[in-house]
């Protein structure tokens, strides 16, 4: 099946830092991949939508400035945390579909980065 | 509103026994898909149900959706220790977003 990398798996970062995650689709092109937030025990919530060669669709609730989406290539996006504070900290997941073939209506995740901002 | 939603909450059994998760929605859906999340990962696709279909199978994994009910179970088989995880519903409408529901922690005792 297909793979999503995301990395840093962890990060903990001091208060009023940026933090930048990344996504990448290794073996297929996504032109949308999606931006996920965890609580601990809780359900995953969409931040945004990061379409590739074009601006990100957030959700609403997501400050845009805090969470600064880019989509520049067909396998990498990337979730930039800005300023980070402490109510910051979170598990973050992205996730990709895969057009290609059948049962494009499936996604593919990243294995997760949690955030701890001190 | 919440679409999505998952009982029970968590679940214990031991292994061997078959384990049951309910999902209900409450928007008409295109399809709808079960996730598993090992704690501290990412999620992986397990199966997906079409909003024309009933039932699916899945080596262990059994589901069934009745769209009438705007409900759906996910039924595992034979349960084993390394079933352990959370089990999440997704729906999916037109357009490319999931919405997911709140997940069921499924413990297998050895």
């Known amino acids: 099946g297909a793979v999503v990398s995301q990395h840093p798996s962890r990060v903990i970062c001091k208060s009023g830092t940026s933090v930048k995650i990344e996504c990448r689709s290794l073996?297929?092109?996504?032109?949308?991949m999606f931006w996920y937030r965890q609580f601990p025990k809780q359900s995953l919530m969409l931040m945004a939508t990061s379409n590739e060669g074009s601006k990100a669709t957030y959700e609403q609730g997501v400050e845009k400035d805090k969470f600064l989406i880019n989509h520049a290539s067909l396998t990498l996006s990337t979730l930039t945390v800005t300023s980070a504070h402490p109510e910051d900290s979170s598990f973050y997941i992205c996730?990709?579909?895969?057009?290609?073939?059948?049962?494009?209506?499936?996604?593919?995740f990243g294995s997760g980065t949690q955030l701890s901002v001190l | 509103s919440q679409q999505g939603e998952e009982d029970p909450q968590a679940l214990s059994i031991q292994e061997g026994e078959n384990a049951t998760m309910n999902c209900s929605y409450k928007?008409?859906?295109?399809?709808l898909q079960w996730y598993r999340q090992n704690s501290g990962r990412g999620l992986v696709h397990l199966i997906l149900i079409r909003s024309n279909e009933r039932e699916k199978h899945s080596g262990r994994l059994r589901v069934t959706l009745d769209t009438s009910k705007k409900s759906s179970s996910l039924l595992i088989t034979a349960s084993r220790a390394a079933d352990t995880a959370s089990y999440f519903c997704?729906?999916?409408?037109?357009?490319?977003?999931?919405?997911f529901g709140e997940g069921t922690q499924l413990t297998v005792n050895p």
């Open positions: 928007t008409s859906i295109n399809n």
């Open positions: 997704a729906t999916g409408t037109s357009g490319s977003r999931l919405t």
């Open positions: 073996d297929f092109q996504a032109t949308t």
């Open positions: 996730s990709a579909r895969d057009h290609t073939g059948t049962g494009s209506e499936k996604l593919f």
